[in-house]
């Protein structure tokens, strides 16, 4: 875990609301692993005072991290008014990714919205497998084009609320056909919003299988000082509470109290 | 010619540290979190997370919430409790070459006895900081901090059970804070610091809930920055023993108003989870600050405000 500097590479918008940033920071990128996450201060005023985690999206170049986010906020507003040539101080890479399937073995990749995110570098990081990539927004202009990952070519569905692009429902629609084609077998991945992954985890609990699922929280430090990022845990008697900034945001299902 | 470098020691009665920065309870976990971060020996010492004698699991979340230029927290004061702070934590910790301050706090006049006794004889430890902040469940969840005698209670307790320097903690919020300050100083505390969090509430206005689970948090940060200066400014000028600042400071400037107002070391808080490497920056910028100023020791800077005409 490194604090560094980084210098802005590009900062575009992608989508509605959503841009995809890319910064040098070949010291995180040499830590990075599909599911970490960096916190990003976003400007050196104190309004809004502390950093913004967000996902890893994926590495490029030996050196450069790709941050994609969603403004929803004053940081991630700030965040999109950085141009190009500045720098940024950026701490990572934090937390427990995601585990990686043994080979052969068959994933399933579930997105709701900017959720995205830690997918895209998971599914790179995982193209030798038979992969299916299953991603859900609320419309078509939200869709975030994933052509420059070089995921191009894969096995992958979409799911609109309204209907604009492919199905028109939740993705979890997408993801229930998808899990009994794929039956015996395959490793589930979601990242989301929370009704969307407390879906997601039902349907694997439900079944057995193995489903791994990236949290988010609002925290203050990504360290584990603060305490602030808890989630319930499932298992009482051993912990009530998890932080999702060391013992995640990558949880098995299971271990989570939804 | 070489140049000396100006002394940053400062003595808090029995207790010497290195230089007055202080990483504040509660914002720097046991140390080890920030250990690839920082140079932590060159603290002037840290406060480990505030510790009660069983393990304390904290409030559900929502736990934290950022305000304006500052954060709600209602953690609840989750820790590991005594054993395994003894057995896990306290042996990496003493062997740094930094003062490392135990804050303790009890839900009851007896637990705060049983942590200070829990800590006894055991060496490592340069002082025992006491937070009075925390609601008493046998008044009614009300806060030992906010009464004078209960407060004095509290520290004569500890005393009775230590053999560590104690610093009281003191919470702002409560009526006058120099009321408090001066009976723990009667019950013989050799320092206090302050100030604790400040109450406050944010509310969803489209769920129209509040932001914390816990209702209300402690607010930190540089929003609470004058309050902690008046405060200490106000403190400095009621009792003898000595006085840690703390309240929102971000650079070593903000330090500088702590000290100049009377306060022999500061605590840095909020500022740990938005620069992890900050307090060593502020030691840095006090000495450079020094070597400007032509000042030969930090002390000589302490409690040198000037009247405003």
Known sequence: ????????????????????????????????????????????ELDPILRRPFSICGTQEGDMLLVLYRVIGKGTRILAGVGQGETLSVLGPLGT?????????????????????????????MKDREMKFLSGY????????????????????????DG??????????????????????????????????KKVAEITLERGISCQVSVETHMACGLGACQG?????????????????????????RSLDW | MTESQPELKVRIGPLELKNPVLTASGTFGYGREFSGLMDIDSLGGIVVKGLSLRPMAGNPPPR????????????????????????????WLKALNTAVIVNIYGHSIDEYRAVAAGLKGIDGIAAIEVNISCPNVEQGGMAFGTD?????????????????????????????????????EKAGAHAVSLINTLTGMAIDIDSRKPKLSNISGGLSGPAIRPVAVYMVYQVVRSVNIPVIGGGGIMDYRDALEFLIAGARAVQIGTANFVNPGISVEIIDGLRKFCKEQEIKRIEDIIGTLKPPF
């Open chain 1, 229 to 253: 990022c808890a989630v319930k845990s499932s298992f009482h008697e051993d912990r009530t509470y998890f932080h999702v900034c060391q013992d995640g945001p990558v949880f098995d299902a």
């Open chain 1, 138 to 161: 609320r419309s078509v202009k939200e869709m975030v084009p994933i052509e420059w990952a070089g995921l191009s070519g894969i096995n992958d569905s979409i799911s609109t609320d």
């Open chain 2, 148 to 184: 004078p005698v209960v407060s004095a209670k509290v520290t004569e307790e500890v005393l009775k059970n230590t053999d560590k320097p104690v610093i009281v903690k003191l919470s702002p919020n409560v009526t006058d804070i120099r009321s408090i300050a001066v009976a723990v």
């Open chain 1, 1 to 44: 875990m490194i604090e560094q500097k980084a210098e802005i590479i590009f900062n575009r918008k992608v989508a509605s609301d959503t841009f995809l940033m890319g910064l040098r920071a070949s010291d995180i990128v040499a830590e990075a692993a599909p599911g970490q996450f960096v916190m990003i201060r976003v400007s050196p």
């Open chain 2, 64 to 91: 934290i919430v950022e305000t304006p230029c500052g954060m709600l927290n209602a953690i609840g004061l989750a820790n590991i409790g005594l054993d395994l702070f003894l057995e896990e934590k306290l042996p």
């Open chain 1, 97 to 125: 990714g995601f585990k990686f399937p043994e080979k052969g073995q068959k994933a399933i990749l579930v997105s709701g919205g900017i959720g995205i995110a830690p997918l895209i570098f998971l599914a790179q990081k």
């Open chain 1, 164 to 197: 604009t692009m492919g199905h028109k429902g939740p993705v979890t629609d997408l993801f229930e056909a998808a899990i009994d084609e794929f039956r015996g077998g395959a490793f589930v991945f979601s990242c989301g919003p929370l009704p969307m992954l």
